[in-house]
């Protein structure tokens, strides 16, 4: 089996910076893409806070120049998820459905996914109404009604983006301010498409057994509870760490984020580094991410070298 220097596991702005900085280094990382290969930018439209591209920039595009910036300095890729990792001795080893690849070092670079909200009817109609993208599944609600849950930026992008297609959207939050940066609020408030519904919560969805009809919504000052028509229910309160292969064999918080060294990449685990939203709870932006994985392969770099190059 080969051996390769570093494995880069995920290809976000953070998996694929580390390549980058890796490719550079001669290092010849080898990434595992994972099962949304890009990251969560693939499914996002415009990016417009990304440095460099004052126009904007579509984030699938920005993803595909990422990586071939990566091919074009030697990165090798390799589909799917890793399933299991074994770093309890070195050569370190991670498995996909597929195949298993050894490494003198590990990047983490797994991101985040869609938090689920967690109430009656969400699981039973998920992709028949029930969505956590908005640019994937958007299209199909054109003159529909259309509910939004969150009242943060990924909410309101959402928001905005299905204002496009549905007769209405209604983004629903639990508290009477957004979270959401001003920008993004004052578009919103401005949308004649869309109504605000403040300190509310959506208790349940229900539907007529093949997609979505109504949401039931509670106002958590009345405790009012009333229906909702709608056809298209997204979900956008956050996100949860793609960690689970990595459970008992990395350090992670109460919420599954892994555990670095003060803020560094460094893991407990001498030689695996981790980088971006999967260990970032804070800022979780494309160009954080981008340069913890700048971060995270020059440390793993130095340790390389520490080890005898
Ligand atoms: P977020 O900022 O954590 O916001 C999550 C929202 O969901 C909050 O409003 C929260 O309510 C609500 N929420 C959480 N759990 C809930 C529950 N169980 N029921 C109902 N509501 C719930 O997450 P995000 O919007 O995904 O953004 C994550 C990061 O990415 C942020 O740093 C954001 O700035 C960034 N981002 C940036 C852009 C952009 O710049 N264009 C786009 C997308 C995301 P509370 O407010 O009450 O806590």
């Known amino acids: 089996m080969d051996l390769h220097h570093v494995v880069i596991v995920g290809s976000g702005p953070a998996g694929l ?7 550079r280094a001669g290092l010849e990382p080898v990434v595992v893409e994972g099962l949304l290969a890009g990251g969560q930018l693939v499914n996002t439209t415009d990016v417009e ?12 595009e920005l993803m595909d120049r990422f990586r071939k910036q990566a091919e074009r300095f030697g990165a090798a890729f390799v589909p799917g998820d890793v399933v299991r990792a074994d770093f309890s001795s070195r050569p370190f080893a991670v498995w996909t ?7 003198r070092a590990v990047i983490v670079a797994t991101g985040a996914s869609p938090r689920p909200l967690g109430v009656e009817g969400e699981k039973e109609y998920a992709g028949r109404g029930v969505s956590y ?33 549905g007769s209405r959207v209604s983004v629903i939050h639990r508290r009477d301010a957004f979270r959401a940066s001003k920008i993004m609020a004052e578009r919103v ?69 892994l555990e670095v060294h003060g803020g ?32 995270a392969a020059i440390d793993c770099e130095r340790w390389l070298e520490a080890q005898g190059g």
């Open 97 to 103: 459905d597929e195949r298993e690849l050894r490494a």
């Open 264 to 295: 560094s990449s460094y893991t407990s685990v001498d030689g695996v580094f981790a980088a971006g939203d999967v260990h970032d709870h804070t800022y979780r932006q494309a160009i954080t991410a981008a340069g913890a994985g700048c971060r």
């Open 17 to 23: 910076t580390a390549a980058i900085y890796c490719a």
């Open 189 to 257: 408030l401005r949308s004649p498409k869309i109504e605000v519904v403040w300190s509310s919560v959506v208790e349940g969805v229900a539907g007529d057994g093949r997609k979505v009809t109504e949401v039931r919504v509670r106002n958590v000052e009345t405790g009012a509870v009333s229906t909702r028509p709608c056809a298209g229910f997204f979900v956008a309160i956050g996100h949860v760490p793609n960690t689970a292969a990595f459970r008992g064999v990395l350090p992670a918080d109460a919420a599954g984020y």
């Open 133 to 165: 993208c908005a640019t994937c599944d958007g299209f199909f609600f054109r003159g529909k009604e259309i509910v939004v849950v969150g009242g943060g930026d990924s909410a309101l992008e959402e928001a905005l983006f299905l204002a496009r297609y």
């Open 49 to 60: 806070n990304y440095p460099g591209f004052p126009e904007g920039i579509q984030g699938p």
